[in-house]
């Protein structure tokens, strides 16, 4: 069966750096658009970032670019999201997603991993 | 501040049937489909409806999807308490090249 599961979230000061991991199983993985999307604390979900199976096509949501960067090892069917110059504004729970759409991504959000927190506090 | 605006809260009886508008543009679900997902508390978000109106494997005819220009709406037929959830559209905006979420709408099974 399809499963995503997230690390690497933990408490980081302003200013700080995190990678996060997204380890899949289940699917034929570089087939596949996936992507990032998180949540602060009581609020609405915001996606971040697609990147194609092949790597090669990245998105990114304004509030992110320049300071987060998405890349995929398909050898070991995992996604990463590397977060850099952190806020108190990045505090949340980040989730990766499989795009079941295929290209263009449409957003067609399958399946989720459980997610991982991130806490960006002095 | 999203682009795809919904009503904060909704509710209604059990066996009664609830609908959600999804506000949004031209650049958006003006041309672009739309996408709802269900978020249970404590949970990962769920896809429920794609394409506008297509259901996946497994979800229940009660949950029903359409689009009208620059609207989208989703329809719940026959709340049952455990509809209790958040629920956000979302669609590829064009003008942002992006990926937006709606505001979220809260149902209430009273």
């Known amino acids: 069966q399809v499963q995503l599961v997230e690390s690497g979230g933990h408490s980081v000061k302003p200013g700080g750096s995190l990678r996060l991991s997204c380890a899949t199983s289940?699917?034929?993985?570089?087939?596949?658009?996936m992507s990032w999307v998180r949540q602060a604390p009581g609020k609405g979900l915001e996606w971040l970032s697609f990147?194609?199976?092949?790597?090669?096509?990245?998105y990114y949501a304004d509030s992110v670019r320049g300071r987060f960067t998405i890349s995929r090892d398909n050898a070991k069917s995992s996604l990463f999201l590397q977060l850099s110059s952190l806020t108190t504004e990045d505090t949340g729970v980040y989730y990766c997603?499989?795009?079941?759409?295929?290209?263009?991504?449409?957003?067609?959000?399958?399946?989720w991993g459980q997610g991982t927190l991130v806490t960006v506090s002095s | 501040q999203s682009v795809l605006t919904q009503p904060p809260s909704a509710s209604g009886a059990p066996g009664q049937r609830v609908t959600i508008s999804c506000s949004g543009s031209s650049s958006n679900i003006g041309s672009n489909i739309v996408n709802w997902f269900q978020q249970s508390p404590r949970s990962a978000p769920k896809l429920l409806i794609y394409?506008?109106?297509q259901r996946p494997s497994g979800v229940l005819a009660r949950f029903s999807g359409s689009k009208s220009g620059t609207s989208a709406f989703l329809a719940i037929s026959g709340l049952r308490s455990e509809d209790e959830a958040d629920y956000y559209c979302?669609?590829?905006?064009?003008?942002?090249?992006?990926?937006?979420f709606g505001t979220g709408t809260k149902v209430t099974v009273l």
């Open positions: 289940g699917f034929t993985f570089s087939d596949y658009y």
């Open positions: 979302a669609a590829w905006d064009d003008s942002l090249s992006g990926y937006v």
């Open positions: 990147i194609s199976g092949s790597g090669t096509t990245i």
């Open positions: 997603a499989r795009d079941q759409s295929g290209i263009p991504p449409r957003g067609e959000f399958d399946y």
């Open positions: 394409s506008n109106s």
